[in-house]
């Protein structure tokens, strides 16, 4: 199967260990993976903040860009989401592009749910806004980790809840988003883990950035990062994304 990967604007200034990681997980599993060098932005941040026209030319560039692929994945919920029920809205004719989230592509599109990944930490899993309710997600990425070898999962008290970043309104809506993120961070606390993961490397930043200021010692992780883990494909999710080369950006949650 022919899949092209979409990393996202963010995935690419901020995180491309989680970019790298979905291409090794893939390529592992035996499966021919292409990078399109044109690709950009979905559009989200500009169609959630009222930039409708913006928004419409990125959606249709993107649709450009990656036509003829059987199927593009993105490790990032969100994005998927904006062009699987956003891009119908801008415009009919972008209805049905094989956009898939990490999770849904390895379980619904490659019947993959043991990848054959090892991570000795105790793990416990938020779900994103927008994988949950957006996507429909489900329980994929939970079902992913569960079979990854020498990992042990804590389920999250109340995973539902809004972790708070919500793009722009942790901006807009600062004390809230704190207040949102500290109930998070309390509920990550009483499970014990020393890993908290999810589909979103934008709610990891948050998340992150929490954890890092109050030197709790928990860390932030994307599902593909700890899916590629110990399958020799270069990436070491034990490791923090600022350091695992020179040639990384530095994470927004370091202080």
């Known amino acids: 199967m022919r899949i092209a990967v979409f990393v996202t604007c963010w995935g690419d200034a901020l995180f491309p260990a989680t970019g790298r990681a979905v291409v090794g997980l893939l390529e592992h599993l035996g499966h021919e993976v292409t990078f399109e060098a044109a690709q950009t932005c979905c559009g989200q941040l500009h169609w959630t903040t009222g930039y409708h026209p913006e928004a419409t030319a990125l959606a249709r560039r993107f649709a450009e860009i990656f036509r003829g692929h059987d199927v593009v994945v993105t490790p990032s919920a969100s994005c998927a989401a904006t062009v699987r029920t956003a891009y119908p809205r801008m415009d009919p004719a972008l209805a049905g592009l094989p956009v898939c989230e990490l999770s849904e592509l390895l379980i619904d599109v490659l019947g993959v749910t ?16 927008q994988s949950l309710r957006a996507l429909g ?16 999962l804590a389920e ?35 499970t014990g883990a020393d890993v908290v993961c999810a589909t979103d490397d934008s709610c990891l930043t948050h998340i992150g950035g929490a954890l890092s200021r109050l030197r709790s010692g928990v860390r932030a992780v994307h599902l593909a990062e700890i899916l590629a883990s110990g399958l020799g494909t270069g990436e070491r999710a034990d490791i923090p994304a600022a350091f695992r080369s020179s040639d990384i950006a530095p994470r927004t949650d370091v202080p």
């Open 156 to 190: 999250l008290p109340d995973a539902g809840e809004c972790c708070g970043f919500g793009g722009a309104f942790a901006m807009k809506n600062a004390d809230m988003s704190v207040a949102m993120v500290a109930d998070t961070i309390a509920r990550i606390h009483e």
């Open 137 to 152: 997600v489900g329980d994929r990425p939970l079902r992913l980790l569960r079979a990854v070898r020498d990992l042990e």
């Open 114 to 129: 043991d990848v054959g990944a090892s991570y000795p930490h105790r793990v416990t899993y938020q779900p994103t806004c």
